[in-house]
């Protein structure tokens, strides 16, 4: 069994993993960071809650196809590993081209992810401004 600090790597891992995806606008990696479940569950900012990997791979696609640009900037992280359950809290600064509309904003995420067979893998992302 692994220690809670080499647990609390591995979730500071997968959290990376998230992020990564999340600024390559790639949907494989995307993918291989959740785990794709009907528990799965996605609160996107202004959104209402998305449960289920289906609805939440075609948001995040979605978010893809319209995207040119995704930049982040990850402050204020916070990595609890209990068990076989981790969750990161953090702030994320995000550089952004939607549209053709360049932003900057901020937004408060809870990550929370369990460990399965494959690693750690998200089961829940909720961020709010």
């Keep these: 069994m692994p220690?809670?600090?080499?647990?609390?790597?591995?979730?500071?891992?997968?959290?990376?993993?998230?992020?990564?995806?999340?600024?390559?606008?790639?949907?494989?990696a995307m993918e291989a960071v959740w785990e794709p479940s009907d528990r799965a569950l996605c609160v996107h900012p202004g959104w209402q809650a998305l449960v289920?990997?289906?609805?939440?791979?075609?948001?995040?696609?979605?978010?893809?196809d319209n995207a040119m640009l995704m930049h982040f900037n990850v402050q204020y992280v916070n990595v609890v590993a209990e068990g076989n359950c981790g969750w990161v809290t953090c702030v994320e600064n995000i550089t952004s081209v939607?549209?053709?509309?360049?932003?900057?904003?901020?937004?408060?995420?809870?990550?929370?992810f369990v460990r399965t067979p494959q690693g750690w893998r998200m089961t829940a992302h909720h961020g709010s401004p």
């Design 98 to 112: 939607l549209q053709g509309r360049a932003s900057n904003f901020g937004i408060l995420a809870t990550n929370i």
């Design 3 to 28: 220690s809670e600090d080499e647990d609390i790597e591995a979730v500071k891992a997968a959290n990376q993993r998230f992020y990564d995806a999340f600024g390559a606008l790639d949907i494989e």
């Design 52 to 64: 289920g990997w289906d609805d939440i791979k075609a948001s995040w696609q979605g978010i893809f």
